[in-house]
């Protein structure tokens, strides 16, 4: 079975690592050679974006992780003229956002809820997805991603990290490796034109995280203070004007997905695991 990823970084390498173990074989989209010594490094072919129209046909899945730019989908523009009308690979997979529905005022959000986007991100988002749609694309529509390398414990460690407070915020999130496990699972189970949530059972204020995360380093927290605070950046500030509860229960009954970290509390301290093990 063959894999190429159009936007090799943090997911496409994670779920990479677990179709190699099953015997893929993975190829990788790559702009410089940074990337492309990456993905050899990881076992992952690399080849030249401008050539990888030519694999579109002959892989067995495609998997779109890079997000839109000033003209839209840049997977599209490179992809889509080999796809349009041709039998195309079994699945194709479109990493979006929940960004696409904008503020909903804390209330849970399903796939069947209205997109709302309150930016020019947003906004990009909403029209990728639907030319994905209309390929045959199954849509994941993806909270904050967090695993080894990239969560609360190194903003912790450089003294960035922060607590901004604002009552009844919460937002959801999901450890890269369970959503690795859900694009493996709709792999396994491919239905054309699917929209998914992958995160994990507990939105939560981002505050708690931070402490938390805190305490598992034996650091005090960082203070609290109010999320508008003229000193908080403001696309800081535009990420709190958004406060929504995801749900993930289609994709755990259509794919019989279960995240293997249920809150931050189990997902933070599986990255503090990985991370000293690696040390």
Known sequence: MKLLIFGYGFTG?????????????????????????????????????????????????ILIAAPPDDHG????????????????????????????????QGRWTFESSPTNAMSI????????????????AAVFRLPGIYGPGRSP????????????IKPGQVFSRIHVDD???GLEASLARPRGGAIYHLCDDEPAPAEHVTAYAAGLLGLQPPPERAYDDAGAMPAVRRFYRENKRIS????????????????????????????????
């Open 13 to 61: 390498r994670a779920l990479a690592s677990r179709l190699l173990r099953d015997g893929w074989s993975v190829t990788a989209a790559v702009r410089n050679d940074s990337t492309r010594q990456e993905a050899e490094a990881d076992g992952v072919l690399a080849t030249p974006v401008a050539a990888c129209a030519a694999l579109a046909q002959t892989v067995d899945a």
């Open 73 to 104: 989908c840049p997977g599209f523009r490179a992809l889509a003229p080999s796809l349009e009308g041709a039998l195309g690979p079994r699945w194709i997979g479109y990493l979006s956002t929940t960004g696409v529905y904008g503020d909903r």
């Open 121 to 136: 991100e947003g906004a990009r988002r909403v029209a990728a997805e639907q030319d994905w749609l209309d390929l045959g």
């Open 153 to 164: 414990f190194d903003r912790l460690r450089e003294g960035t990290a922060h607590r901004l």
């Open 179 to 181: 959503l690795a496990a």
């Open 248 to 279: 993930n229960a289609l994709a755990k009954a259509e794919l019989g997905w279960l995240p293997a970290y249920p809150s931050y509390r189990e997902g933070l301290r599986a990255v503090l695991a990985a991370e000293t093990s690696r040390n």
